[in-house]
């Protein structure tokens, strides 16, 4: 019987026909071998839930099929694909006007999709507030804080006020200011991080100063605030030193604040993935962006936003010990 990759209209099936000379096997690599397409792992997720019928009957992962097998494809929409759908997201928005918003964003939530992540982000619920920032590239967004990071972000509302800002960032004239409490006592009251930062060789899913794949200059300015003792993270755990830490970035890299406190050997407290514990209660990385500099793309005046710190990271504040 002859080979038939029919495409429907929208809605349809995908009917396909078993070549003759298809050796039968399970419909998932048969399947994956018929729509190279698309990943096996896809496949199976349609056939499991059930977009995928064998002669005309309900059919498995393991379901035999060979020549002559007819099967339907009700073909589903990639997650990528759906990456820019407007979503209900709670963050709170602290000012706007019609060239930015300043957002205010809270720990836990992504800032934009991406692998594992293609929904329920900040720029999903930016579409769906201001559905205008659908004709904006990454819908406005011109600078990104990590999944367990709070506090201030701006976004572009049009093009033209979006290339104001990215201009504004290369230039290093935004001011961005972090609170971070971080693990040790630091030797000096302030200094200068200035060490390029790139991709972990060995750890892809770390930054790194010491193995970077493809450094990139990064620098942070820091000043210490206070220090003080944290109850140790076990009944029978000493107390621990601590410090509060206020960064400024000069350049914007990928967990720059957490790889450059880390690289000084003060990992920031509960930020596990660089040597981090979890003291006084801290559930993720103690960093909150509560300051935010730039220069209106209207009119060029200076604007500055503050953010108060969320509760989580009040809560563990509290639970440390100052020195008078």
Wanted: glycine share 8%; hydrophobic share 40%; with cysteine.
């Amino acid at each position: 019987m002859d080979d038939v990759a029919a495409e429907g209209t929208a809605g349809e099936p995908i009917v396909l026909i078993v070549p003759a000379g298809q050796r039968a096997d399970r419909l998932d690599k048969v399947l994956a071998a018929l729509l190279p397409e698309h990943s096996r792992s896809r496949l199976q997720g349609w056939i499991e839930d059930g977009h995928v019928r064998v002669n005309r009957a309900p059919a498995k992962v393991r379901t035999l099929v060979g020549p002559a097998d007819r099967i339907e494809v009700l073909v589903q929409p990639s997650p990528e694909s759906l990456a820019f759908a407007p979503e209900p997201i709670a963050f709170t928005v602290v000012a706007d006007s019609a060239d930015w918003i300043v957002v205010d964003k809270p720990a836990g939530l992504v800032t934009h999709p991406g692998a594992g992540n293609w929904h329920g982000t900040l720029l999903n619920g930016l579409l769906y507030r201001y559905p205008e920032l659908a004709r904006v590239a990454r819908a406005g967004i011109v600078h990104r804080l990590d999944k367990d990071t709070s506090g201030l972000m701006v976004v572009a509302r049009s093009e033209t006020a979006q290339t104001h800002l990215v201009r504004q960032l290369q230039a290093r004239t935004v001011g961005r200011e972090y609170f971070a409490l971080a693990h040790g006592r630091f030797g000096s009251t302030c200094g200068t991080v200035d060490r390029p930062l790139g991709r972990d060789a060995r750890v892809p899913v770390r930054m790194s100063v010491d193995r970077p794949i493809a450094p990139k200059p990064a620098i942070t300015h820091y000043r210490v605030d206070r220090r003080g003792q944290a109850p140790g993270d076990g009944p029978h755990t000493a107390p621990a030193q601590v410090t509060q830490v206020i960064c400024r970035l000069e350049t914007g890299r990928t967990h720059q604040i957490r790889v450059h406190m880390a690289s000084l050997g003060h990992p920031l407290l509960g930020d596990t993935l660089y040597g981090g514990r979890a003291l006084a209660g801290a559930a993720r990385q103690m960093l909150h962006a509560r300051a935010l500099r730039f220069d209106d793309p209207a009119g060029g005046s200076p604007l500055s936003f503050e953010s108060s710190l969320p509760d989580d990271m009040l809560a563990v504040q509290e639970a440390i010990r100052w020195d008078s």
